[in-house]
């Protein structure tokens, strides 16, 4: 059933797409940091200025011009920005970031390669494999458009791997403005029991009364993760050389049941895999003091406001569902592998009932929270409402359901913030502090201060900041949670000291940028259930620059370089080095064609990577396999034609195999038993639409 309605989803896509394209008129989408729009309480730069188009709040337009700007903020910013349309990296438009390796199909669970350490500090229920494909609140988008946009994207790639997006946005009324956003992601896999299937919605509303003292923001997040797990290829043989399995998905795996379970495009039902629910309810509300002015024009008068107080109040309620399961389908040849969860997990089987005695695996953790925020802001200068400071307390409620009962927790939390971009645009300075003063996390807090300098025009920009993280460990780390499977153990609080700078160079294009960071009781998994914490000190050097190279007129070398180290006796295994290159034809022809095409490669010296735990969704250390994998090759070929844009894409051509025959058959591996596809071929489409 959930399989017709999504293809009549589909179907119906493309209907609209059709329809809109038939009435789509001219659009313009210029780069850079716009300064007008309506829902910003106030104006930004100075209210003596004579240009009345340069004031936050105040923008004249005509409706019947085809250009048109969208101003984008996010959660906690004040300067708008643009819709990005650029087409060079297509890895902006796909969920995967380029820094990210994944278990051999997208939508799979993915881990940096790059030394990260967890940024959130208080209640963590601990499963992040996979959330590079969820919508996430902090990255909540607010909108102003005078008139109704709409994006539609569709990605085709091979193994019938489809991934939809659509985006549209309106303003119902001068001053309130309402959004959706939909994402879904299907993709059967190359290997077997591969299969994925997410789904993201968000809705936003913005509302500001006319008088400019009040915002209300509304927002509203669902994320679902299906995931196929197929606890890796079975190692008895060196299947991926024999023949016999030129077909990858008869290739025998840990978990998942038999070839015939593979299922079609649109089915998200699996025998083995995980699913992960999260739904968010936000609600925030803001009310603002200060003193009232005005614009005269010839014909109008526009109302300006300048707040020197505010005061805001945020509501979210969240819930959460994690699980895995195996069960039984109708062959007896797809029950659960007693013997693989009994040696790896310590899960001894047992028969549901007398009438289906087969064994099943169903582990799963609940949760519901709720919370209120009280914050106050003091502005003190009311024609620069880039410089505030916040004092605020919040309290969290929170309730988990797991096997061993039903649990309730409380927080108690403090925080504040200061922020300054100087008028003059040359200093910015962001700091916050948030401590847990009572509850769950008792003692947990994340403080942090950046602070940048533009040194001119030629000589760009620096920034230098620290932050310190002292956090509670995950959930799955407490006996309490229906994932814990290791013997009773106790466990510190994981605490991270982090040194970073940064510097851009706009005449030679060049930006650099150094991480350090100080790590102690570090907290990890090593095999498959074991639960561990690294007491001793150890330190991560990461250092990068990411470089421009005009070498022709068309011809340009994008490179990126990370290079990083560790210090100390901690089970940590990282690559040395990691580079991404791409060498791309670029340019603006036949007038309205921006093109970019060319090779892209991916490469990161050999290591120990980790493996993977599907059971409890964690990647975990190991210290036998070096792993070394060929360079990554992609090509590509982007194209811009006004609102149109397309990506065709071969990607993975280092699996190309010429020994006895041609095949894309030399496989990378992401983790022991997880090999990555051969040759891929995607194609992507986005078009945007005014109406």
Do not use: C
């Amino acid at each position: 059933m959930k399989g017709t309605i999504r293809y009549s989803f589909f179907v119906w896509l493309l209907l609209v797409s059709g329809t809109l394209l038939a009435q789509r008129p001219a659009i313009r989408l210029p780069g850079g940091l716009p300064t007008g729009g309506f829902p910003r309480s106030g104006n930004t730069g100075n209210r003596s200025s004579g240009d009345s188009s340069q004031r936050e709040g105040v923008e004249h337009r005509d409706y019947s011009d085809d250009s048109l700007v969208v101003k984008v903020y996010r959660f906690n910013t004040v300067r708008p920005t643009t819709f990005d349309t650029s087409i060079r990296d297509y890895s902006l438009r796909f969920p995967i970031p380029a820094t990210h390796y994944y278990l051999g199909n997208d939508g799979s669970a993915t881990k940096s390669l790059l030394f990260v350490m967890p940024s959130t500090t208080g209640w963590d229920p601990g499963f992040h494999s996979h959330d590079v494909y969820k919508f996430k609140l902090e990255n909540a988008r607010f909108y102003n458009t005078p008139r109704p946009y709409t994006e539609l994207g569709y990605m085709l790639a091979t193994g019938t791997e489809q991934m939809i997006e659509v985006l549209h946005t309106q303003n119902v009324k001068p001053n309130w403005n309402v959004s959706f956003q939909y994402r879904l992601l299907t993709a059967p896999g190359i290997f077997r029991n591969q299969r994925n299937n997410h789904s993201n919605i968000q809705l936003g509303s913005w509302y500001q009364s006319t008088n400019r003292r009040y915002n209300n923001y509304f927002v509203f997040l669902q994320n679902s993760i299906n995931a196929g797990e197929s606890g890796g290829l079975r190692t008895d043989k060196d299947y991926l050389d024999d023949p016999t399995y030129a077909r990858r998905f008869t290739i025998p795996t840990f978990l998942g049941g038999s070839p015939s379970l593979r299922g079609g495009a649109f089915n998200n039902s699996f025998v083995t895999g995980r699913r992960e629910r999260e739904n968010h309810f936000y609600l925030r509300q803001q009310y603002d003091f200060g003193r009232k002015d005005s614009l005269v024009t010839d014909s109008t008068v526009i109302p300006l406001f300048y707040p020197r107080v505010r005061f805001e109040h945020s509501f979210r309620f969240a819930t959460y569902n994690y699980s895995y399961k195996d069960e039984p389908s109708s062959s007896s040849e797809n029950a659960p592998d007693s013997t693989y969860y009994d040696s790896l997990y310590r899960i001894r089987l047992t028969p549901n009932d007398t009438l289906n005695p087969v064994d099943s695996v169903f582990i799963q953790d609940r949760w519901r929270e709720i919370s209120n925020d009280f914050s106050i802001y003091q502005f003190p200068d009311a024609n620069n409402l880039q410089q505030f400071i916040k004092l605020g307390a919040e309290l969290q409620l929170l309730k988990g359901y797991f096997a061993k009962g039903v649990k309730s927790y409380t927080n108690v939390i403090g925080h504040g913030e200061y922020r300054n971009r100087t008028r003059n645009q040359k200093w910015d300075i962001n700091a916050f502090g948030r401590l847990y003063l009572a509850g769950l996390n008792f003692g947990d807090y994340h403080a942090y201060v950046s602070l940048q300098r533009l040194l001119s025009q030629q000589l760009g920009s620096l920034q230098l900041g620290f932050e310190n993280i002292n956090r509670s460990p995950s959930f799955i780390y407490n006996q309490q949670s229906s994932f814990y499977l290791d013997t009773a153990k106790n466990f510190s609080k994981e605490n991270t000291l982090h040194f970073f700078g940064s510097y851009y160079l706009p005449k030679l294009d060049v930006q650099l940028r150094g991480d350090y960071y100080v790590v102690s009781n570090f907290l990890y998994l090593n095999g498959y259930r074991s639960l561990q914490q690294e007491n001793a000190l150890f330190n991560v050097l990461r250092v990068s620059g990411l470089k421009t190279f005009r070498i022709g007129r068309h011809w340009n070398l994008y490179s990126e370089l990370y290079v990083q180290q560790k210090a100390g006796g901690a089970e940590v295994n990282l690559p040395l080095l990691y580079t991404r290159n791409q060498l791309a034809f670029e340019g603006r022809f036949f007038r309205n064609l921006n093109l970019s095409t060319g090779l892209e490669i991916r490469y990161n010296t050999p290591y120990k990577m980790d493996m993977y735990s599907p059971v409890l969704g964690q990647f975990f250390y190991q210290d036998s396999t070096t792993i070394s994998n060929r360079p990554e090759i992609h090509a590509f070929l982007h194209m811009r034609v006004r609102t149109f844009k397309a990506f065709i894409r071969l990607e993975n051509l280092n699996t190309a195999n010429l020994n006895g025959g041609f095949a894309f058959d030399r496989h990378n591996l992401a983790a022991i038993g997880y090999p990555t596809p051969g040759m891929v071929f995607r194609f992507g489409i986005y078009w945007v639409f005014v109406n």
